[in-house]
């Protein structure tokens, strides 16, 4: 099956620093790859939209300048956290669409973010 | 908008044996699609099992099918000859055509007792 990797798998950071996770897919291309927020025993959140040569679409009450995100090829996306505070620290998980194969959608492992 | 729920937040099973987790859904539209996802300790996603909406029949993968419903609205997974390695938390989620991300229910966690 299709593999999407995360990059890295956990990270600590200091409090204002930025972070940045890489989401790719390995063997195929996602012109579409989204971006949820899991907190602990909870359930995923999609934070964003991610298509290929465009702007992100956000979902309400996600902050765009905090949370920015790229997308510029058909195998890579990225988010990073800028200025990061402790209310940050999450699990965020990526997910990418095959644009060969109908709907489904294929996740990375997630990143542990930790902000000290 | 489309909303997903799973009103059993936690179940418990005796290995073996057979389990039903519940899922509800609302939404408007008339193509979609359906999954459960199970996310072990690890917490990586993955896909037990699918159902597009324009087919009647239920979808089946080994141990695990569902019992979909289109009018109720109602999509539940029945796990038979429960393993240990079932314990995990299960998200049903719902999926709309197009470049759409999922909307996912709030889990059930999924304990197999030997």
């Not at chain 1, 999407?4 to 012109?31: M, N, Y």
């Not at chain 1, 465009?54 to 309400?60: H, L, P, R």
């Amino acid at each position: 099956g299709a593999v999407v990797s995360q990059h890295p798998s956990w990270v600590i950071c200091k409090s204002g620093t930025s972070v940045k996770i890489e989401c790719r897919s390995l063997d195929f291309q996602a012109t579409t790859m989204f971006w949820y927020r899991q907190f602990p025993k909870q359930s995923l959140m999609l934070m964003a939209t991610s298509n290929e040569g465009s702007k992100a679409t956000y979902e309400q009450g996600v902050e765009k300048d905090k949370f920015l995100i790229n997308h510029a090829s058909l195998t890579l996306s990225t988010l990073t956290v800028t200025s990061a505070h402790p209310e940050d620290s999450s699990f965020y998980i990526c997910s990418a669409r095959d644009r060969g194969v109908g709907d489904e959608q294929f996740f990375g492992p997630g990143t542990r973010l930790t902000v000290l | 908008a489309q909303t997903v729920t799973q009103s059993q937040p936690e179940m418990s099973v005796q290995e073996a044996e057979t389990v039903t987790l519940s899922c509800t859904y609302d939404t408007s539209e008339s193509n979609y699609y359906l999954f459960w996802y199970k996310q072990p300790p690890s917490r990586q996603m993955i896909l037990v099992i699918r159902q597009e909406a324009y087919k009647q029949q239920n979808a089946t993968e080994n141990r695990f099918s569902v019992n979909f419903q289109k009018a109720a609205k109602s999509f539940s997974l029945k796990i038979s000859d429960s393993q240990l390695g079932d314990t995990a938390m299960y998200f049903c989620a719902f999926g709309r055509t197009g470049r759409r991300a999922l909307t996912f229910g709030s889990g059930t966690r999924l304990q197999v007792q030997p």
